[in-house]
């Protein structure tokens, strides 16, 4: 997500857009899944922090509501007001890319087209695999839905998921993979890793790399998950 993003999301949820530029963001929501969940979580925080402005002026409020003291009613309202912008730059930091996020995609690199160079593809799979490479993940995402689900066009949703920053989405999609014998296994485990990491979850992470190093079968992106596991460990 980029800063601009974050405006266009405030501006939004604060009515502050044009007719044009509202209908282009919600013509945006309805493909990118990143953006949307962005949305949510911006909506659930800001109510959140409402909520701990309102709660910590409340017993103050009632009580000068009930003496009927307008002005100093007002006063606390003010107050309660400038808690929630106060807090809002706390906010703002909540919704950028923790540090395990950002490591995540330090270490991603979508999986290689491996459906181009076995011959030629259906068109839709071919159409879906043009808009992967060229990491137009959204439209991927809806063109790989359009086509037969084998186990490597799940791993290539998986793969969109990670790039939309939807990683709760791509854990769910890798995760049938991951215990499935196929040869999209190995490359399921280190995206499921990736994903868990960019959910900020460093702990489960850390020990689906010590597993994934432990296995002397894997192979894929092995040097890759070896560094990743130390800088987890340092």
């Not at 963001?25 to 990118?32: I, Q």
């Not at 186990?151 to 890798?174: E, K, M, N, P, W």
Request: aromatic share 10%.
């Amino acid at each position: 997500m980029t800063d601009e993003q974050y405006r266009a999301i405030e501006r939004y949820d604060d009515n502050d857009m044009s007719v044009d530029e509202r209908a282009n963001f919600e013509a945006t929501l309805t493909t990118d899944t990143a953006l949307a969940e962005a949305l949510n979580r911006y909506r659930q925080g800001k109510k959140a922090l409402e909520a701990i402005s309102f709660g910590a002026q409340k017993a103050k409020v009632r009580k000068l509501d009930s003496q009927q003291d307008s002005g100093a009613f007002f006063t606390v309202l003010k107050v309660a007001a400038a808690a929630v912008v106060l807090l809002l730059p706390l906010f703002y930091y909540l919704l950028q890319p923790t540090k395990s996020g950002e490591l995540a995609m330090t270490y991603f690199e979508p999986y290689p087209d491996r459906v181009s160079v076995m011959g030629t593809p259906q068109e839709d799979l071919q159409t879906a695999m043009n808009a992967y490479n060229t990491g137009d993940y959204a439209t991927a995402l809806s063109q790989f839905k359009a086509v037969e689900s084998t186990d490597l066009v799940v791993l290539y949703q998986g793969v969109c998921f990670i790039g939309l920053d939807s990683c709760q989405r791509a854990h769910q999609t890798l995760e049938p993979l991951v215990t499935k014998a196929s040869s999209a296994q190995e490359a399921a485990r280190w995206y499921s890793i990736i994903a868990q990491l960019q959910c900020g979850n460093e702990v489960t992470a850390k020990k689906l790399l010590k597993d994934y190093m432990t296995d002397s079968n894997v192979h894929f992106n092995r040097s890759a998950a070896k560094q990743l596991l130390e800088e987890l460990q340092e």
